[in-house]
């Protein structure tokens, strides 16, 4: 949609200097611009450097001619790199948003390279638009506070070592199925011996085999030792403590089908949000 005059004009009379973080693992690319309607300056530092970011805003403020104390609005794309920088930013008196990279709207049709240096000047242009007044040209991400945030490693260690668990009894099965052997597993491993197996013509198991799934069921016995000592902290926590998120699992696990897996989920991934409505719980993501 085009902007009317007296928007324009508006966008011009408000100083503000606007930064896109493009982040890499070894190289950042930072986008500047004051307005929509100047072309961005697009330059790199090292990656987490934060003196260098710190110089480098300065700078742009001397190359956009804005005063020293004019408000700075940033955003990056939500990924490896967290939510850190958007506390350190904050730090910094920073207007910082966190962006959901699949909500950016891409062109299809458009043929382009896809370079860093185009992500941060389309970013930065975004980001003049989303602080102009345009809330929908992207989703912005809800940043868990330090301690929200710390709280979801033990229900994602947990679901790590589940996937783990059942990555290593598919591969034994499937080594064993390689010599016509078919096997069933417990929680705790092999139901039978591995010595008493025989492969289609009654032979035992060759060494090189018997080797493999011999490491293969050391590491499912560690890998579910682990998953019941963090289960058992979970249950615990849930028990126990005197927490809100406590008390918002034991509720949630009043209701059917919903054990400690769910419930603790439901709290520490879902609803530390603040929903509004009930619009907006239908339209969160499974």
Not at 104 to 122: N, Q
């Amino acid at each position: 949609m085009a902007q009317t005059a007296s928007h324009k004009k508006h966008i011009a009379a408000e100083e503000r200097l606007y930064v896109a973080f493009e982040l890499g693992w070894t190289k950042w690319k930072l986008g500047f611009c004051s307005r929509l309607d100047e072309k961005a300056w697009v330059t790199t530092i090292d990656a987490r450097d934060i003196g260098g970011m710190k110089k480098t805003i300065a700078k742009a403020r001397t190359r956009f001619k804005v005063s020293a104390t004019c408000p700075v609005a940033s955003c990056y794309e939500a990924g490896r790199d967290g939510f850190w920088l958007d506390r350190l930013l904050k730090q910094m008196s920073v207007e910082n948003v966190v962006v959901d990279s699949g909500s950016i709207k891409v062109d299809r049709r458009a043929r382009r390279a896809k370079t860093d240096r185009l992500d941060a000047e389309d970013l930065v242009t975004m980001l003049v638009r989303y602080v102009s007044g345009e809330p929908k040209v992207w989703h912005v991400v809800r940043v868990p506070s330090p301690e929200q945030e710390d709280a979801r490693h033990l229900q994602r260690e947990i679901r790590s070592l589940k996937k783990e668990q059942t990555r290593i009894v598919n591969r034994v099965r499937g080594l064993l199925a390689s010599q016509g052997v078919s096997v069933k597993m417990g929680r705790r491993g092999l139901l039978v011996p591995l010595e008493s197996l025989r492969t289609w013509d009654g032979s035992p198991l060759p060494p090189g085999l018997t080797l493999r799934v011999d490491q293969e069921l050391s590491r499912h016995v560690v890998v579910h030792e682990q998953m019941l000592a963090l289960e058992a902290q979970r249950h615990r926590g849930i028990q126990e403590e005197g927490s809100a998120n406590a008390a918002m699992s034991q509720r949630l696990m009043e209701l059917k089908a919903i054990g400690e897996t769910t419930a603790e989920t439901l709290t520490r991934e879902v609803f530390f949000r603040n929903f509004k409505n009930r619009r907006q719980i239908g339209s969160y993501p499974a």
